[in-house]
């Protein structure tokens, strides 16, 4: 039987993104696998991917992503039976992940948003006990393959997960909130949602490479006393910077309690 380069165990959304990404990137459709149990979506990843091997359970393989739901996750490792291991399940930790691989087994947990999709996302990775420098290499590279990757310690993952991972509902929240300011001010609604999401678009990729800080360019749009300065006074009164900040601290501490719920669920 063939062994992969890789196999991803989970063909959902972040599934099907990573196989997208690594084509992109230049690996060969024969390098890469995916276990997919459901039916019709095994059916669609092989029309979507020709010449990746599509399959409904686990392949041989050099190297694992696992990219199920978390109560999938024991089931997944166990078949895995892989030497190292790239775990994208949310709240699985470490140590429930080493303990189903086994002793020897070189994990990293990565935490990636939904940006990835279309090739921008956001991933922070974590090495396990067993993991080297040229795993968390190689796990940068999987998951770089749909946008940018950071190196973090376990415990900040949670961070991330309520920062970049939580992060995309907020600016749809916003996107929301700016619209409806627009079609109240008098724009049509189609006008509107074409002006904010350039606004977003162009706005982020200003703040991305520029190398500037936001309180810089934020700066270099208000004028004193002007129409920018008014709205912010606004926002600033009605407390938007703190709201974020408690959004974040929320959003941080509820992801940890998960993890804490799926390791007790684990054992």
């Known amino acids: 039987m063939t062994k992969h380069r890789l196999i991803i165990v989970g063909g959902g959304n972040m ?29 669609h990843l092989r029309g979507l991917f020709p010449g990746v091997t599509v399959s409904d359970g686990m392949l041989p393989a050099d190297g694992v992503v696992i990219a199920v739901k978390p109560h999938d996750v024991a089931d997944a490792v166990a078949a895995a039976g892989a030497s190292r291991l790239l775990s994208i399940a949310a709240g699985v930790s470490l140590a429930t992940l080493t303990a189903a691989c086994g002793d020897g087994v070189a ?8 940006p990835a999709v279309v090739a921008k996302g956001a991933a922070a990775v974590a090495a396990g006990p067993y993991a080297t420098e040229d795993d968390l290499v190689w796990a940068e590279e999987i998951l770089g393959a749909v946008g940018t990757v950071v190196r973090v310690t376990e415990p900040q993952l949670d961070v991330v997960t309520a920062l970049s991972g939580s992060g995309p509902a907020y600016l749809f929240l916003v996107a929301e909130a700016l619209t409806d300011a627009g079609v109240l001010a008098g724009l049509p609604r189609g006008v509107t949602e074409q002006l904010v999401g350039q606004l977003l678009a162009g706005s982020a990729a200003l703040f991305a490479e520029s190398g500037r800080s936001p309180a810089a360019l934020r700066a270099e749009v208000t004028s004193p006393a002007g129409v920018t300065a008014s709205a912010l006074r606004v926002l600033e009164e009605r407390g938007i910077r703190s709201a974020f900040l408690d959004a974040v601290t929320a959003g941080t501490a509820r992801s940890r309690e998960l993890g804490a719920a799926a390791a007790s669920g684990a054992h």
């Open 15 to 43: 599934g099907s993104a990573l196989v997208g990404g690594l084509l992109a990137a230049g690996w060969p459709s024969k390098d890469i696998a995916v276990a997919e149990r459901l039916a019709g979506r095994a059916a």
């Open 107 to 114: 994990v990293v947990r990565g935490a990636p948003n939904t």
